[in-house]
């Protein structure tokens, strides 16, 4: 098994920044990749960012590019996610997902983002 812990999440006025960490323990004997979603209420969950763990390719949500920033740092198996410019529409519960190889996946069990405009 694999555990998850976010941190980082909070309330921040429109235009603010926030940087959300995810930390991942337990049977990380190799990660393919790891990435963020984000669910709003009455809303599915949907794909923020993403980062290949080897090459460290990264993938955005066409709606945060050029705000977000996804990193990884290898030796404490951790995804952040720095975003700026932040919007009222980020609002969402943010979840980390670690994906030990490309058809395996585990979430953590989230973050609330809260912006106020």
């Known amino acids: 098994q694999v555990q998850l812990v976010e941190s980082g999440g909070g309330l921040v006025q429109a235009g603010g920044s926030l940087r959300l960490s995810c930390t991942a323990s337990g049977r990380t004997f190799s990660t393919y990749a790891m990435g963020w979603f984000r669910q709003s209420p009455g809303k599915e969950r949907e794909f923020v960012a993403a980062?290949?763990?080897?090459?460290?390719?990264?993938y955005y949500a066409d709606s945060v590019k050029g705000r977000f920033t996804i990193s990884r740092d290898h030796a404490k198996i951790a995804v952040y996610l720095q975003m700026n410019s932040l919007k009222p529409e980020d609002t969402a519960v943010y979840y980390c997902?670690?994906?030990?190889?490309?058809?395996?996946?585990?979430w953590g069990q989230g973050t609330q983002v809260t912006v106020s405009s």
């Open positions: 980062i290949n763990w080897s090459a460290g390719s990264t």
């Open positions: 997902k670690y994906g030990p190889s490309a058809d395996q996946d585990y």
